[in-house]
């Protein structure tokens, strides 16, 4: 890959962990603002569920935020673009799109299919995502 693009994906890649950092930080004030309890019965039961809405989005945004960092450290170590499961470049479109892939577009699908049947870790011997043990 060329240092242009590797150079853009690492700027995007570090606006976007920024901006999650901030929502985080904005959510951890939130949270605390609302801890006094509300006399009103309907009203706790309101700010819980906003809260509770609130923890599971950051809770997502915490593991986006991770693999955010792997494909920085993947950037810095040579391997980013690369596909984890054949060892092909991924399609720049696909970069561009899903910065954060670790696998080309055919493991993907690949992967996807054998969640599909059930097997969301189990490659069949046919399966190209399969290794002798």
Known sequence: MRRRDLDSFRKLLTRRLEELMMEAEKTKNTVKETEEPSSDPMDQASDQFETD????LRDRESRLMVKIKEAL???DNGTFGMCEECGEAIALK?????????????????????????????P?????LWTPM
Not at 124 to 128: A, H, L, V
């Open 124 to 128: 069949t011997e046919g399966s190209t």
């Open 53 to 56: 809405f609130l923890l599971r």
């Open 73 to 75: 450290e993947k950037i």
């Open 94 to 122: 696909r970069l561009r799109a899903r910065p954060m892939a670790t696998l080309c577009i055919h493991c993907k699908q690949e992967q996807e299919a054998l969640e599909k049947k059930g097997h969301p870790e189990r």
